[in-house]
């Protein structure tokens, strides 16, 4: 039988044969399915291995990222774009949004070959190194509101929505913590009631959200602590099987409040994408409906009918000439010049008067001023009902 030194992947390897030993198959078959001859030396010959498909298959599965492999580059990724000072938008920042979704969606597709995580097992059954992997969803969430693509962010925000309630579905189910999911905003009714409970908000429900908000950053605070403390441990090997486990169940619980609150945050902001599609279809119709042509005014049947019977209440045609009323108004002698009243000699004399003594008290004279002022004076002395004492009130 050919005997065969160490082989490695992807490298041609080199078999020398034996003849000292009978094989189980002709020579000929063997030398001529797995064995090309490279060289003949006296007394042995030296062959070449030539690989199979099915082992270029295998050793191609060997070379690709194992599941930890890839949840670990996915997880480093998320950490680095939340902590990154460089903007969202930035081609660094994107760049390893993308590299981090693709690793993801390796994971959840490996994830659901092997069928880790069934119906029928509770949360004690999952081995508490594979609590991790329930993270995946929420990792895909938080990476696809990362991503800054204005055309596509109500995608985007839909897509994240998806993934984070899948994980609070896998939490719940599992009995992970105790929590709400949130509602589904998919649904026309559910959509109704909300719009009214916005329009009518609610004081109690309000009052209970604020406190729900309260709570979840109390737990968020503990489990950060507690998380701090046992970080180093796990990650250096150093912890026992239950100090992993509740490591990870703490990751958990972290990430049920942060997908709680994205989704509030997501719902919000979908609320407003809406509300702003629907206002620029409102002015794309307003401004069609403006360059339309006028419309021309229109008269019913009935109406033009009945003017013609009965006539518009009013002479729609002149029945005479300026010059004919005139003519007409001359001969009764009622014309505008003959109606006026004649100016009596009496009211020409009052009138006179009147504008004589006005002018002699703009001229200063003595006898119109020392008269006036004294009656003055007497105003000041004699108020009005001064004389009337028998008929005091």
């Excluded at 094989?23 to 690989?51: N, Y």
């Excluded at 959509?191 to 908000?213: D, E, H, I």
Aim: charged share 30%; proline share 5%.
């Amino acid at each position: 039988m050919p005997t065969a030194c160490n082989r490695q992947p992807g490298k041609m390897h080199l078999w020398k044969r034996n003849w000292t030993n009978a094989a189980p198959f002709p020579v000929s078959f063997v030398l001529s399915q797995f064995f090309t001859k490279v060289a003949v030396v006296p007394g042995s010959e030296v062959f070449r291995f030539l690989p199979s498909p099915m082992m270029a298959a295998a050793e191609d599965e060997l070379l690709l990222p194992r599941l930890p492999e890839l949840f670990e580059s996915s997880k480093q990724l998320l950490e680095e774009v939340e902590v990154a000072t460089e903007p969202t938008g930035s081609r660094l920042i994107q760049d390893k949004v993308f590299k981090g979704l693709d690793l993801l969606e390796k994971a959840a597709e490996m994830l659901s070959q092997l069928d880790l995580f069934s119906r029928n097992d509770d949360l004690e059954e999952i081995a508490s190194t594979d609590l991790k992997y329930l993270m995946v969803p929420a990792f895909q969430g938080a990476l696809g509101m990362k991503q800054v693509n204005p055309s596509k962010r109500l995608e985007h925000l839909q897509w994240a929505r998806e993934h984070f309630l899948n994980y609070l579905t896998q939490c719940q189910y599992y009995h992970v913590a105790q929590f709400e999911l949130p509602r589904n905003k998919n649904n026309s009714a559910e959509n109704n009631t909300a719009n009214c409970s916005m329009a009518y908000p609610n004081l109690v429900a309000m009052a209970s959200q604020r406190q729900a908000k309260i709570e979840r950053y109390k737990q968020k605070k503990e489990v950060e602590h507690r998380l701090s403390t046992l970080k180093s441990a796990v990650e250096s090997g150093q912890a026992d099987d239950e100090r992993v486990r509740e490591y990870y169940l703490l990751h958990l619980r972290r990430w049920i409040g942060i997908s709680l609150e994205e989704i509030e945050s997501i719902d919000q902001e979908i609320k407003i994408l809406k509300e702003k599609d629907s206002s620029k279809e409102a002015s794309t119709s307003h401004s069609s409906l403006q360059d339309r042509p006028p419309r021309k005014p229109f008269i019913l049947t009935r109406n033009v009918t009945q003017a013609k019977v009965f006539g518009a209440g009013y002479p729609s045609l002149a029945t005479m000439t300026v010059n004919d009323w005139y003519e007409q108004h001359r001969r009764y002698g009622a014309l505008p010049d003959r109606g006026i009243a004649q100016t009596t000699p009496a009211f020409k004399r009052a009138a006179q008067h009147q504008k004589d003594q006005e002018q002699k008290e703009e001229e200063d004279d003595d006898g119109t001023l020392y008269r006036a002022r004294e009656w003055d004076d007497w105003k000041d002395t004699h108020p009005r009902g001064y004389g009337n004492r028998q008929n005091m009130g």
